[in-house]
């Protein structure tokens, strides 16, 4: 009940319509969970930032579509991912993706269990099952032909083929939402009729206004000064990445986060960029235009004092 409540209030904090909060209410009390996988329904620490795109996520899930978010690193795809299974009350299934993906390990293995050959659920099976929602991490890392196998589960059949087993039917409120993370080392094309079986949401980038509001989440007493430096180094960064003058590897909020994190045990605040941003890169050369960056942001005179309300 509490946990409604919260619901309730983010939903409203974000500024959705009352007509829009009260469908997503009725989805969550129509689909009971099934007490086996409860644990798997997120409470994120943080729940996502952003009404627009909130706003899609959610009216294309109440449609019963699969989601496919598209953005920039720490552009918050999992966040919402995690948000959108708190808030629709289902279990969530964290599929991550890699060259080595195959349909066997996403949709069930033969194993030998009792002196018989017994189907091994994968990760889709049991989200299937259960009415969760499955989260295709990097879904572009994956090969095209591994993917394939999905083709049936994402379209309106809505069902798994399992070689050698019977074919089962997605419980209703099943979802799939993919994530992916353009032009990072590894990625893949999508081929359209993947693409087409998701609506596709693109993960607007950080701004100053976003970004000062999730650090003072993170940090309620930070000082208005530092929370204006760091978000403005931060933007600095995303600048000069889009100029190409830098790689994106320092482009990295949650690094900022828990280096920020490391000032309140009394780590000088240059020393907690170099770990949470600026070390992330391993050249030389742009570590050191980093620095030149940092330097006017983040006086290396600044203290645990400088960041935080006494
Ligand atoms: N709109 C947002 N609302 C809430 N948190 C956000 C938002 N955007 C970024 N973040 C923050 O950014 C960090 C990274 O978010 P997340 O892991 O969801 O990013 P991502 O888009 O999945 O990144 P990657 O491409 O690196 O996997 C989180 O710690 C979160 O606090
Ligand atoms: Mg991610």
New binding site residues.
């Given amino acids: 009940m509490l946990n409604d409540a919260h619901i309730q209030s983010y939903l409203q904090e974000q500024g959705l319509s009352p007509d829009l909060i009260v469908q997503v209410t009725d989805f969550r009390q129509q689909y009971e969970v099934d007490p086996a996988v409860t644990e798997r329904v997120a409470v994120p620490t943080?729940?996502?930032?952003?009404k627009e795109?909130l706003e899609m996520a959610i009216t294309a899930i109440l449609q019963g579509e699969n989601l496919l978010l598209s953005?920039?690193?720490?552009?918050?795809?999992?966040?919402?991912c995690e948000t959108l299974s708190w808030i629709f009350g289902r279990p969530a299934y964290d599929i991550s993706f890699h060259v080595n993906t195959d349909s066997a390990s996403l949709i069930g293995t033969d194993t030998f269990k009792d002196n018989e050959v017994q189907l091994r659920k994968g990760p889709i099976y049991q989200c299937a099952e259960f009415g969760g929602f499955g989260i295709l991490d990097?879904i572009n890392m994956a090969k095209n032909d591994a993917l394939s196998v999905l083709h049936a589960t994402l379209d309106h059949r809505r069902r798994i083929d399992v070689p050698g087993y019977s074919r089962i039917t997605l419980h209703p409120a099943t979802r799939f939402i993919g994530?992916m993370?353009q032009g990072?080392a590894g990625t893949r094309e999508l081929n359209e009729a993947l693409v087409s079986r998701f609506l596709v949401v693109d993960?607007p980038p950080?701004d100053v206004e976003?970004l000062i509001f999730?650090l003072k989440k993170?940090f309620p007493d930070m000082k208005q000064t530092a929370l204006e430096q760091f978000s403005g180094l931060f933007l600095d960064f995303q600048k000069k990445a889009s100029n190409g003058e830098i790689s994106t590897k320092p482009l990295d909020?949650?690094g900022m986060?828990a280096g920020i994190r490391t000032i309140r045990s009394g780590l000088p605040p240059v020393n907690a960029i170099r770990m949470g941003l600026i070390n992330k890169s391993f050249d030389q050369f742009e570590k050191e235009i980093l620095e030149d960056s940092a330097n006017t942001r983040i006086p290396k005179t600044w203290t645990k004092n400088d960041v935080f309300e006494g």
């Fill in positions: 943080m729940p996502f930032y952003g795109t953005g920039g690193k720490a552009t918050g795809k999992n966040v919402l990097e994530t993370n990072y993960m950080l976003t999730l993170h909020l949650r986060i």
